[in-house]
Antibody, heavy 121, light 107 residues
């Protein structure tokens, strides 16, 4: 079964840091680009960051550029999101998602169930 | 950055209705557009990719059309399980962006 499982969310104070993880299984992880998408309470979906299968291509939303860093460890079938200088507006459910096609850039066909990040004092 | 504007933001409809949601891009994105459905407490589900191609397993009452800057998602005959939120997403260039969403409610 193709599966993505996020972890690492929690409560953090403004200005703090958190590292999210996404464990992949059931497919050849190092063949696929991966992404982080978030949904703040009462808001819509927001793409946060994406990384190519080889880590050669990386992108970020303007709202997180300079504060968040995406990475992956293909040997461990894992995707990460290092979040620094967290703000109240970063409070959201964070999803990890997989591109539909291998070694390409495409829509997201597999999603995890999400991990909640709450930034509050 | 490419902005996507969805309309309407809210839509009330009945089972059996034909429903259309529009997504407009701030600049041309060819056919690099996807549509997702999201229900409360669930992860988003891919419905349509490449503007008009139905994802495997998605019922044929869903269809997508358009290219360039204007796109539509149509549900030909609304079913009870279709009441949800719908989002378009551009995949033309980073940063990828989503539309603000359309909440489809039962009338």
């Amino acid at each position: 079964e193709v599966k993505l499982v996020e972890s690492g969310g929690g409560l953090v104070q403004p200005g703090g840091s958190l590292r999210l993880s996404c464990a992949a299984s059931g497919f050849t992880f190092d063949d696929y680009a991966m992404h982080w998408v978030r949904r703040a309470p009462g808001k819509g979906l927001e793409w946060v960051s994406g990384i190519s299968w080889s880590s050669g291509g990386i992108g970020y939303a303007d709202s997180v550029t300079g504060r968040f860093a995406i990475s992956r460890d293909n040997a461990k079938n894992s995707l990460y999101l290092q979040m620094n200088s967290l703000r109240v507006e970063d409070t959201a459910l964070y999803y990890c998602a997989r591109d539909r096609l291998s070694r390409s850039w495409d829509a997201f066909d597999i999603w995890g169930q999400g991990t909640m990040v709450t930034v509050s004092s | 950055d490419i902005q996507l504007t969805q309309s309407p933001s809210f839509l009330s409809a009945s089972v059996g209705d034909r429903v259309t949601i529009t997504c407009r891009a701030s600049q041309g994105i060819d056919s690099y557009l996807a549509w997702y459905q999201q229900k409360p407490g669930k992860a988003p589900k891919l419905l349509i990719y490449a503007a008009s191609t139905l994802q495997s397993g998605v019922p044929s009452r869903f269809s997508g059309s358009g290219s360039g800057t204007e796109f539509t998602l149509t549900i030909s005959s609304l079913q009870p399980e279709d009441f949800a939120s719908y989002y378009c997403q551009q995949l033309n260039s980073y940063p990828y962006t989503f539309g603000q969403g359309t909440k489809l409610e039962s009338k």
